[in-house]
C-alpha cells in the first residue's frame, strides 16, 4: 500500500499488552492511531475519522462508556467497526454485534477482517 492510500484505524484498548500486539503487526500496513482509554476515543475519531476502529470488548463494560452512545455520535456513527475479544469469549448481550466480532483472532485473521472492512467501507 503507498503512502498515500493507506487506510487509518483507531485501535481502542485498555489492555496495553494486546494495543502493542496489534500495533505491532498493522503499524507496516496502516496508519494506527491507538487509545489506551475510553475518555478520548471519541475526541480521537472526531480528528482523525478513521477508515476503520478497532473496539476491545472489554471496553464496551467498563465503567463510563456507553457503546450505543459512542456509536451513535454523528461523525463516526457510519465508520465501520472491529471487535475483538483477547480476554476470552465474548461478553453476553454482544450475540447481535456477531459480524462485527473477531474472536478468537490471529493476526493473520485480523489483518484480513481489516483489509476486508476497509475495502467494503470505501466502496460505498
Given at each position: ?28 500496513i496502516y496508519d494506527l ?52 475479544t483477547p480476554s476470552g ?36
Open positions: 500500500m503507498s503512502e498515500q492510500t493507506r487506510g487509518k484505524i483507531v485501535i481502542i484498548d485498555n489492555d496495553f499488552d494486546n494495543l502493542d500486539t496489534v500495533c505491532c503487526a498493522l503499524f507496516d492511531y491507538p487509545i489506551s482509554d475510553n475518555f478520548t476515543s471519541t475526541a480521537y475519531l472526531e480528528v482523525f475519522l478513521p477508515d476503520l476502529i478497532i473496539l476491545n470488548t472489554d471496553l464496551i463494560y467498563a465503567e463510563n462508556f456507553s457503546f450505543t452512545q459512542f456509536r451513535s455520535h454523528p461523525l463516526i456513527k457510519n465508520i465501520p467497526f472491529l471487535l475483538i469469549p465474548p461478553p453476553e448481550g454482544l450475540q447481535n454485534l456477531s459480524s462485527q466480532m473477531l474472536y478468537p483472532y490471529t493476526l493473520a485473521s485480523l489483518q484480513q477482517a481489516i483489509k476486508t472492512k476497509i475495502m467494503h467501507y470505501k466502496k460505498e
